[in-house]
């Protein structure tokens, strides 16, 4: 994963609603999905647009920090996938995982484990994650750091709560 650094690349609400609609076009000759299970907190936003656009009801969490605004950390599961839901869908088969970007790699394949047989998606893609997402949008270079609509102003925004992880 790169830092912050001169390679950015900012993405409007406008953009981020293109791209997932666009993405949603890609899933579409694969649907009918079992259920979307979505990566928060990032996902949460393309997983609301590729639900709607393919009018996916079942919509799960799955909630794993490793990132702050600049660097990624340790990986630690804070809420996994419902093993009744796992169980239903025979390790995921026909389920559809949404995050927004794949990086590294590294949350991309503890999802995977979690959820074997399930379809990934994401709206961006670096080269590092790229062989472990089914379908994306957009590849950007892996030096690049993707500044997303919910975390820019004219600057760095901190959260409302800030003694909450970022």
């Given at each position: 994963m790169s830092a912050p650094g001169e390679k950015g690349f900012p993405v409007s609400w406008d953009q981020l609603h293109r791209d997932g609609r666009a993405l949603a076009w890609r899933l579409a000759e694969r649907a009918p999905f079992a259920g979307l299970v979505t990566i928060t907190r990032g996902g949460l936003v393309p997983a609301a647009i590729?639900?709607?656009?393919?009018?996916i009801?079942?919509?799960e969490t799955v909630s794993i920090?490793?990132?702050d605004h600049k660097a990624q950390?340790?990986?630690?599961?804070?809420?996994?996938?419902s093993p009744e839901l796992l169980e239903r869908t025979n390790g995921g088969e026909g389920l559809?995982?949404?995050d927004d970007l794949v990086d590294t790699g590294k949350t991309a394949r503890l999802v995977r484990e979690m959820i074997p047989k399930a379809?990934?998606?994401?709206?961006?893609?670096?080269p590092a994650g790229?062989?472990?997402?089914?379908?994306?949008v957009t590849e950007v270079?892996?030096?690049?750091w993707v500044y997303f609509p919910w975390d820019l102003g004219l600057q760095f925004v901190q959260p409302i709560n800030r003694s909450a992880p970022l």
């Open positions: 590729v639900a709607r656009e393919l009018g009801r079942l919509i920090v490793s990132y950390g340790e990986m630690q599961v804070l809420k996994p996938v559809l995982i949404v379809h990934f998606a994401t709206v961006y893609a670096k790229r062989p472990l997402v089914d379908t994306f270079s892996q030096d690049t």
